[in-house]
């Protein structure tokens, strides 16, 4: 069964004889040449998403292990998010100006160095490093995976494939904490296997990735927002700072809780003032203007933090306070 495929995006070996040659020259991806492809883009996209579940309930035992407290509990979660947020924009710019295969490749390579050394820890802040460097790499997986999706699938088409990445995200964030503690219940596994487990779909899509995703190398002139990436992160990571230690270091209510509040509601003005001269702007504010986009926004980030508030933090209740 064939698509249609967006013109430049072909086969990249043409049939050995005459009219074949001719006709595989111009022809569209097939379905199965999509299906090899996305194949993929898949296998990475689970151990991406996978990675950020999988911890939840290995958590305690986890922490327990490494001497860590209730700051690197919250900070081994949040440091893959944070520079998943922060990184996801810039992979996407990065498509406009370099091979997107190569780029997603790289991505893949990150991750499971990230993964391989998280599960080498041998205290909370390597393990916070590592996880930070996981967050790069899935970042650059999360954008590419549809970017690479939107240049081999023609637009009407594209509902039906990105089913398949709908239905990877929903087995991997529901199947992750079951995963997690099957692991770190198991002796001869133990937590450190829940790092590990993500690699060889990395590995494994990466070779299926160079042999099948073939795409035409198309770059423009972009320039990419560093300054707004900067500023939103820096922003981001003062607020966290802050509710890490407030009610432990210090007092909810103190002069380092005025710094630090005001300090990250000042960064973020900044980001907003960056964002609005930018040429290319990482988070286009014009974009909210429209109120369907808007809504949408709010809606995801209320459902984030549902999400992973529950995922982290009920595993850790269940465990600790209720045996």
């Known amino acids: 069964m064939a698509t249609t495929t967006p013109e430049g995006v072909r086969g990249s070996h043409a049939a050995k004889h005459g ?72 992979w996407g710019k990065l498509a406009d100006l370099y091979n997107k295969k190569a780029l997603v490749q790289i991505a893949l390579v990150i991750f499971a160095i990230g993964s391989i050394v998280a599960g080498l820890s041998q205290d909370p802040a390597m393990l916070i490093a590592c996880r930070a460097v996981q967050g790069i790499g899935a970042g650059g997986l999360a954008a590419l995976a549809q970017i690479i999706m939107a240049a081999m699938i023609a637009p009407r088409e594209r509902g039906r494939y990105s089913g398949y990445l709908g239905a990877t995200f929903a087995v991997a964030t529901v199947g992750g904490p079951l995963l997690g503690g099957v692991i770190t219940d198991t002796s001869w596994l133990g937590w450190r296997w829940c790092f590990y487990v993500g690699v060889p779909f990395a590995l494994i899509a990466l070779v299926v990735l160079q042999k099948t ?28 700072i802050w509710v890490t230690f407030a009610g432990d270091k210090y007092d909810w209510m103190s002069w380092q809780t005025g710094v630090m509040v005001g300090g990250s509601v000042v960064l973020a003005l900044i980001f907003v003032l960056v964002e609005s001269k930018a040429a290319e702007p990482i988070m286009p504010l014009r974009l909210f203007r429209n109120r369907t986009i808007t809504l949408a926004s709010l809606a ?18 269940f465990q600790l306070a209720r045996g």
């Open 213 to 240: 995703l073939k795409l035409p190398v198309v770059k423009r002139e972009v320039k990419v927002d560093w300054l707004g990436a900067f500023f939103v992160v820096a922003s981001v990571c003062l607020l966290l």
């Open 19 to 90: 009219g074949a040659a001719a006709a595989s020259a111009g022809a569209p991806m097939s379905h199965r040449q999509i299906m090899e492809a996305l194949s993929g883009l898949l296998l990475g996209m689970f151990a991406a998403i996978i990675s950020s579940t999988i911890v939840s309930n290995a958590l305690p035992r986890i922490i327990g292990d490494l001497g860590g407290g209730q700051s690197a509990y919250t900070w081994v979660v949040t440091a893959s998010l944070l520079t998943m947020t922060a990184s996801t924009p810039l």
């Open 300 to 317: 995801s980030l209320f459902v984030g933090i549902a999400m992973f508030s529950g995922t982290v933090f009920f595993s850790q209740y």
